[in-house]
Structures are given as structure tokens and as C-alpha cells.
């Protein structure tokens, strides 16, 4: 371990990561829970959920750029390629700001392992294409919704400019306080 922490600075005893996931969905599609306590028939358009899936990018991301000036953090965010494309102004903002942009993969229902490696690799392309492009510059990381598939740490790795980092509760620490 050649990255040990042994103390934080100024001796604090512990160390909070802020991650905010900015997340949309395929168009015409809504998060699998909803805010909505009825299930819907299968067919039936839910256009609560979908409605609620955009206020992330329309409304939430703004407040969370508020909160987080306000408390002068910096924070993690997740971001799908996707909402880079619809709210390419807000990615810029959280940019130049100072936020770390972790692509997380195309739309939040694009769920990597269900890919074969090709297609797989092709979507961390070209998420990767879409946050620079936004971005203004390369991507740092890549957060991937669900969990990993077993190839695509080695083809992100490989490409030199992309590290890969999974969910959060996959992280272990060798800090001891």
C-alpha cells in the first residue's frame, strides 16, 4: 500500500466525500421507484417520475451548487453523459467551480454489465467524449451505475486518462483513527 494515509491534515480524525449524482434516463423513461406510492400499469406512461427525473438537471443541480458554496465543499459529481448534452451549462458551472465531473455511464438505465465488452467499451468512449467536450477537458473518473462489469477496469485503465472508480461502499481505507 503505497498510498497509505497516515493523517489527515491538520490532524483531523475523519474526512466526508460529497457525491452528488446527476442522473436522467432515456428518453420517455423514468427512475424504476418513483415518487408516486401507486404502481402504474405496465404501458402507462409515468410522466410523474419522468417529470421528477428532469428536476435534477432544471432545478437541483443549481440548489447543490448553492449548498455547496455556501459550505465551501467540493464535491464528486456523478454525471450521466447524457445530462452533459441536456444541461451542458450546468456541467461547465460545476467545472468552473472547482466539482470533480465522474463520467457515469450514458443514462442511468444504460447499465454497463448487460453489454457485451465492444458495446461496453464504445459507451466509455464516448461518455468520455461527451463530459471533455462539455467539460472543456479530460475526464478524471468514471462511476458506474449498478455494479461493475469485469472487463471494463482493464480497457479504462489501459487508456491512460480515465481511472476508474466504482461505488463508494466498494472502497476500503487503511487509515486507522
Known amino acids: 500500500m503505497d498510498n497509505l494515509i497516515s493523517r489527515w491534515p491538520n490532524n483531523e480524525r475523519m474526512a466526508v466525500l460529497v457525491t452528488v449524482m446527476f442522473e436522467v434516463w432515456s428518453e420517455g423513461k423514468a427512475p424504476p421507484y418513483s415518487p408516486m406510492t401507486t404502481?402504474?400499469?405496465?404501458?402507462?406512461?409515468?410522466?410523474?417520475?419522468?417529470?421528477?427525473?428532469?428536476?435534477?438537471?432544471?432545478?437541483?443541480?443549481?440548489?447543490?451548487?448553492k449548498i455547496l458554496d455556501e459550505t465551501e465543499i467540493k464535491a464528486t459529481i456523478c454525471l450521466n453523459a447524457k445530462a452533459a448534452e441536456l444541461y451542458p451549462d450546468a456541467v461547465k458551472e460545476l467545472h468552473r467551480r472547482g466539482h470533480e465531473i465522474a463520467g457515469h455511464s450514458y443514462t442511468q438505465d444504460l447499465v454497463l454489465p448487460y453489454l457485451t465488452p465492444e458495446e461496453e467499451k464504445?459507451?466509455?468512449?464516448?461518455?468520455?467524449?461527451?463530459?471533455?467536450?462539455?467539460?472543456?477537458?479530460?475526464?478524471?473518473?468514471?462511476?458506474?451505475?449498478?455494479?461493475?462489469?469485469?472487463?471494463?477496469?482493464?480497457?479504462i485503465s489501459r487508456r491512460g486518462r480515465l481511472s476508474l472508480a466504482w461505488r463508494l461502499q466498494r472502497y476500503r481505507s487503511a487509515l486507522r483513527v
Open 122 to 155: 464504445e459507451v466509455i468512449q464516448r461518455c468520455s467524449r461527451i463530459i471533455e467536450s462539455a467539460r472543456g477537458n479530460s475526464a478524471g473518473r468514471l462511476v458506474q451505475p449498478g455494479r461493475r462489469s469485469d472487463g471494463a477496469y482493464g480497457r
Open 39 to 65: 404502481s402504474l400499469k405496465p404501458g402507462t406512461p409515468d410522466l410523474l417520475g419522468i417529470s421528477w427525473s428532469r428536476y435534477g438537471g432544471k432545478t437541483g443541480i443549481w440548489r447543490f451548487m
